[in-house]
C-alpha cells in the first residue's frame, strides 16, 4: 500500500515472515547509523530476527519497559542518548520495532534528532500495523495528558511481518479489530459488509483474513492521510469513537480498558448520540453493535463509571475548539462528519 505525499510518499508492505528476509526491507534504510528502539516484551521475541539483517549497518538498541506509562520524555531521553552514543549523522535511520507505544516515542525522537531523520515502522501489534504506524503522528505523554507532546514526522517506510501476531495476547488482538471496524464505519461500507461476514475468521486469526483487514484498513488510513496529512479536515474522522473513547480510558484508568475497547464502546456511544441527532438510524448503530460484539469487543460503558465524570474529560479533547465539545457523528454505515454537540445531548445519551 502507497501512502502519497509528495516527497514525502514511502510504501507500506505487508507480509509473512519480512522480518527474516531483509532483501524486503534494508532498501529503506539510507545510511551507516541505525538504532532499533523496542520494549521489554518484544525484544526477546523479535529483536534477534531483526538484527539478523543489520549486518553491514552500525547498529545500537533501545529496550524501553513495556506499557503505556513508559511513553515519556525520559525514555525519549535514552533514545537521544543512544543516537549520540553512536555517533548517529543526518542520515541516520530509527527503526522502531513493537506497539504503538514504541512507534510513537521512536517517530518522535527521529522527528526531533537533528530537526528530524529517517524512521522505519516494523508495528507489531493489530494496532501498530493498522493505525498508529501509518500516518505520521509521534510523541510522547506527560503527566498532565496522554500525547501532549509530538510532531508530525512521517516514516520512510512501514514493514508490516504479520506473523508477529502470533505471540499477542488475544485481547490486545481484539482491541486492534475495533481501528480496523473504524475504518469500515467512518468511509468504507463495502468493507464494514465484509467485516460481518469475515468476524468469525478474524477472531479466529485466519491468516487470509487478518491479511485483507490490514490491508484493507492501511489503505483506508493512507489515503485519508494523503488528502489531509495534518487534519485541517477529513483526517479527524479517524477519531470516530475516540473523543469518548479518550474519556473512558481516562476515567476507567490506564490499563483498565485497553485503548481500543474504549474505542469499540465509543463507537457505540457515538452511534447511539448519532441516531439520537437524527444522523444516523437505530438499525446501522444495531449493525455496529452486533458486530463489536461478534468481535469479542465491549460495547457498554462499565457501570460505575458516571456520565458527568465523562463529559468533564470530553471537554479537555485535543480536537475542541473555543470550548465546544466537538465529536465526530456517524451518518450511517461508511459516512461520517464532525459536529458541535451539547452537553444536554451528551448527558441524554450516557444516561
Ligand atoms: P503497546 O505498544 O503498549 O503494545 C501493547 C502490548 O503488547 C505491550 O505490552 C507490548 O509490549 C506488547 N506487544 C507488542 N507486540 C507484541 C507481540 N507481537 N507479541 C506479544 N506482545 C506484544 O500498545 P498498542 O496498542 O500497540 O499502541 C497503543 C499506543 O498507540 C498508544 O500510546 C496510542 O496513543 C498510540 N496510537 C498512536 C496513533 C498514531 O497515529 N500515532 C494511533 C493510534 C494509537
Ligand atoms: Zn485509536
Known amino acids: 500500500v502507497d501512502v502519497v505525499l509528495g516527497d514525502r510518499s514511502y510504501r507500506i508492505r505487508i507480509g509473512r515472515d519480512l522480518l527474516r528476509q531483509p532483501a524486503r526491507w534494508r532498501d529503506a534504510v539510507r545510511g551507516r547509523h541505525v538504532l532499533v528502539v523496542t520494549d521489554s516484551t518484544v525484544a526477546p521475541l523479535y529483536l534477534a530476527r531483526l538484527e539478523d539483517g543489520l549486518d553491514g549497518f552500525d547498529h545500537a538498541v533501545v529496550t524501553i519497559p513495556a506499557g503505556e506509562r513508559h511513553k515519556t520524555l525520559a525514555q525519549t531521553e535514552q533514545v537521544f542518548a543512544a543516537l549520540a552514543g553512536l555517533g548517529a549523522s543526518r542520515d541516520a535511520t530509527v ?71 502470533d505471540t499477542l495476547p488475544a485481547r490486545e488482538y481484539r482491541a486492534g479489530l475495533a481501528e480496523v471496524v473504524k475504518y469500515g464505519a467512518i468511509s468504507d461500507a463495502a468493507f464494514f459488509g465484509w467485516l460481518e461476514q469475515q468476524a468469525d475468521a478474524l477472531v479466529r486469526r485466519e491468516p487470509a483474513a487478518v491479511a485483507e483487514a490490514i490491508a484493507v484498513s492501511c489503505k483506508s488510513k493512507a489515503d485519508i492521510v494523503a488528502r489531509d496529512e495534518r487534519e485541517e479536515g477529513e483526517r479527524a474522522l479517524l477519531n470516530f469513537g475516540h473523543t469518548f473513547g479518550h474519556a473512558l480510558e481516562t476515567e476507567a484508568g490506564y490499563g483498565t480498558l485497553l485503548h481500543g475497547e474504549a474505542v469499540a464502546i465509543g463507537m457505540t456511544l457515538a452511534a447511539s448520540l448519532s441516531a439520537h441527532m437524527g444522523k444516523s438510524s437505530h438499525t446501522d448503530t444495531d449493525r455496529l453493535i452486533s458486530l463489536l460484539k461478534r468481535l469479542e469487543l465491549p460495547t457498554v460503558v462499565p457501570h460505575d463509571i458516571s456520565p458527568a465524570r465523562l463529559i468533564q474529560h470530553m471537554r479537555l479533547d485535543k480536537k475542541n475548539l473555543s470550548g465546544k465539545i466537538r465529536a465526530v457523528l456517524w451518518h450511517g454505515v461508511g459516512r461520517a462528519g464532525v459536529t458541535i454537540v451539547e452537553d444536554e445531548q451528551l448527558r441524554s445519551v450516557l444516561e
Open 95 to 165: 527503526i522502531a520495532l513493537g506497539g504503538g507505544v514504541v512507534g510513537d516515542l521512536a517517530g518522535f525522537a527521529a522527528a526531533c534528532w537533528m530537526r528530524g531523520i529517517d524512521f522505519v515502522q516494523m508495528p507489531t501489534t493489530l494496532l501498530a500495523m493498522v493505525d498508529s504506524s501509518v500516518g505520521g503522528k509521534t510523541g510522547v505523554n506527560l503527566p498532565a495528558g496522554k500525547n501532549l507532546i509530538g510532531a508530525f514526522h512521517q516514516p520512510r517506510s512501514v514493514i508490516i511481518d504479520t506473523d508477529t501476531l
